[in-house]
């Protein structure tokens, strides 16, 4: 089993930064990749960002040039630095890895709020 730990959310003005963080443990050698979503109440979750172990990126558009995901492979941690936040960022941030032969574990959900 893998476990998947979130910490950083909370409450942020228009503008502020965040940075999120994603502790897996457990059976977690062969995560390949890991990364972020999001789901506002009414919507569905969405990809935010995602790395694999070799370090490629990919991004939503609303986040890219804002949002910055990095890894450390020893720690088996992923985190997102969030600048820039809009109030549309507002949501309830997932974490995720993929685990080699075993699929895909999520984290409990964080919440994320920017006040306008």
């Known amino acids: 089993q893998v476990h998947l730990v979130e910490s950083g959310g909370g409450l942020v003005q228009d503008g502020g930064s965040l940075r999120l963080s994603c502790a897996a443990s457990g059976s977690a050698f062969g995560i390949y990749s890991m990364g972020w979503y999001r789901q506002a109440p009414g919507n569905q979750r969405e990809l935010v960002a995602r790395i694999t172990s070799g370090g490629s990126t990919n991004y939503a558009d609303s986040v890219k040039g804002r949002f910055t995901i990095s890894r450390d492979n020893a720690k088996n941690t992923v985190y997102l630095q969030m600048n820039s936040l809009k109030p549309e960022d507002t949501a309830v941030y997932y974490c995720?890895?993929?685990?080699?032969?075993?699929?895909?574990?999520w984290g409990q959900g964080t919440q994320v709020t920017v006040s306008s």
């Open positions: 995720y890895g993929d685990v080699q032969y075993r699929g895909r574990y």
